[in-house]
């Protein structure tokens, strides 16, 4: 008994504080648990003896022009109402008291989970409570049209987790009916997806970052997709059944899928898990075709990785070509009798150099993460050593003797040329090849021309370095001009080759898509 153990003081011992309001977990009263009763208590009176029932919500005493707001918030509720799922929940009381009309929904009938909307001739208001302040700015962002104050913090020990629960209010005038209506429906219609929300949120987190599995959650929200049917068809064992039949070789046990799948990849594929169970439920569809149907999913946002990383080796033949082109433009000036900016040129191919450099450890990184294809970094390699070959001839380039003759750089400028050309080829064949494990034919036809082209251009290259030392050799030039424009040509030759060795290893991987 309270009374006892209050004793003859004016003091009271937190303890006791604690026992008479908090909740309480076991089967002793407390004064919170006597006020949560009544209030079930008396939402259930209030239902057994409503005088009459408007769209599903039992009513009290409405005037006039009560039905119509009733029936614009029930619209909203029963717009969504099958997201849930049979959850329980959703039952709503309305009734006339003074000069306004007061909704109250019950969501997913949890204590301190409850939504209170006052409706005045020009302004609608709703008050609304929950344990999880995260969930409550979750509320207040589904609904913009409403100025937002509050979370108040209220000590509740026992409603959840914390000893706490937040209350926040949210105002919205409302001139005309049609207005009133509209921000009635609005509210109604997104109170399903406060069900189970905090659930679906930490088996999300599980996968992917506490901020990305709120957007997740959102998106789900603003789409009237939801979470409850991806809860439903098991939540956390759905997508780690994905994983193991799908992926078992390419994410580890216990891996998050935003270090598997890159974080754009892995929100993109947790949409469509929630995307897919939805559908299915509303469908009447199987678990087990559920289940295909994620795999699926998941097998194609792999293939979508990998398809980003063949983006990174299109960015290292971008730079190979920029390098080949500033070579080309240099030799053009030279034939032309113009003094090109030599030591920039030096220096802007170096930069490009490191660049490609810095590419490549970032592939390294990122295969690590989402492929155990083998055959990715092989290509990035290929084209970074094509970048080191066009860097050194850059280099000769910016110490060839002035005076010689333009009959001898032409040949040079022609291979610079066929090098811009093998970039230009090797950038198309992987943007082809990124299309192919998606099924699109014309793109293993580009992929594998683009390769070929890049043989072609290995074999100019050869053609063009011969008639290099032929002209060297058959012309009086001075030691020192014959070895600078020689090794130039052997440099531009062998950046042909690396293309050439690009393309080899890219027309293997197409191939080795197509089969499979």
């Known amino acids: 008994r309270a009374d006892a153990a209050l004793g003859e003081t004016d003091s009271v011992a937190g303890a006791l504080v604690q026992r008479l309001t908090g909740l309480g977990s076991g089967a002793g009263d407390s004064l919170h648990r006597l006020v949560m009763d009544l209030h079930k208590a008396l939402n259930q009176l209030s239902r057994d003896h409503a005088e009459a029932v408007v769209a599903g919500a039992h009513v009290f005493g409405l005037g006039d022009s009560d039905r119509g707001d009733v029936e614009a918030f029930m619209a909203g509720v029963e717009a969504t109402r099958p997201l849930k799922f049979g959850h329980p929940g959703l039952g709503t009381t309305a009734a006339r008291a003074g000069d306004r009309l007061t909704i109250q929904n019950d969501i997913g009938e949890t204590d301190a989970h409850v939504v209170v909307i006052a409706v005045e001739a020009d302004a609608v208001t709703i008050t609304y409570s929950d344990v999880h302040r995260v969930r409550a700015k979750f509320f207040t962002g589904l609904l913009p049209q409403f100025e937002w104050s509050g979370l108040e913090r209220h000590d509740a020990a026992g409603l959840g987790p914390d000893p706490e629960f937040h209350l926040v209010t949210g105002h919205a005038p409302a001139r005309t009916a049609k207005e009133r209506h509209r921000l009635l429906t609005a509210i109604g219609s997104v109170l399903v997806f406060q069900i189970d929300w905090n659930k679906a949120r930490k088996v999300l987190r599980t996968w992917i970052p506490k901020k990305d599995a709120v957007a997740v959650l959102d998106w789900a929200a603003r789409n009237r997709i939801g979470h409850r ?95 080949g082109a500033t070579i080309t433009a240099a030799l053009a000036d030279l034939s032309a009798g113009i003094e090109p900016d030599r030591a920039a040129l030096s220096e802007r191919a170096r930069r490009i150099e490191e660049k490609a450099d810095r590419i490549v450890l970032d592939l390294r990184e990122r295969i690590a993460r989402l492929t155990t294809d083998p055959a990715i970094e092989p290509l990035g390699l290929s084209l970074e050593q094509a970048v080191d070959e066009l860097e050194q001839a850059a280099f000769i380039l910016s110490l060839l003797p002035s005076g010689i003759e333009p009959p001898l750089l032409a040949t040079r400028s022609d291979l610079a040329a066929a090098a811009v050309a093998g970039a230009e080829a090797a950038a198309s064949a992987a943007a082809a090849a990124a299309g192919v494990p998606a099924g699109h034919r014309i793109d293993s036809e580009d992929a594998l021309a683009a390769a070929g082209r890049l043989v072609d251009v290995e074999h100019e290259g050869d053609r063009l370095e011969r008639a290099t030392v032929s002209s060297v050799l058959g012309t009086a030039v001075d030691l020192r001009s014959a070895l600078a424009v020689l090794e130039l040509a052997r440099a531009l030759e062998r950046a042909t080759d690396r293309f050439a060795g690009f393309g080899h290893l890219l027309r293997r991987r197409v191939l080795a898509d197509l089969a499979a």
Not at 237 to 259: C, K
Not at 277 to 305: C, F, K, P, Q, W
């Open 229 to 323: 049917g991806f809860l439903v068809l098991g939540g956390a064992a759905l997508v780690a059944s994905a994983v193991q039949h799908a992926a078992g070789d390419r994410i580890g046990f216990g891996e998050r899928l935003d270090s598997a799948l890159g974080r754009e990849a892995a929100i993109d594929f947790l949409k469509s898990v929630l995307s897919i169970s939805t559908g299915a439920l509303m469908a009447g569809e199987s678990v087990r075709l559920v289940r295909d149907r994620i795999e699926a999913a998941l097998v194609s946002h792999l293939e979508r990785a990998e398809a980003t990383l063949l983006a990174v080796v299109m960015r290292q033949a971008g730079l190979a070509r920029d390098i």
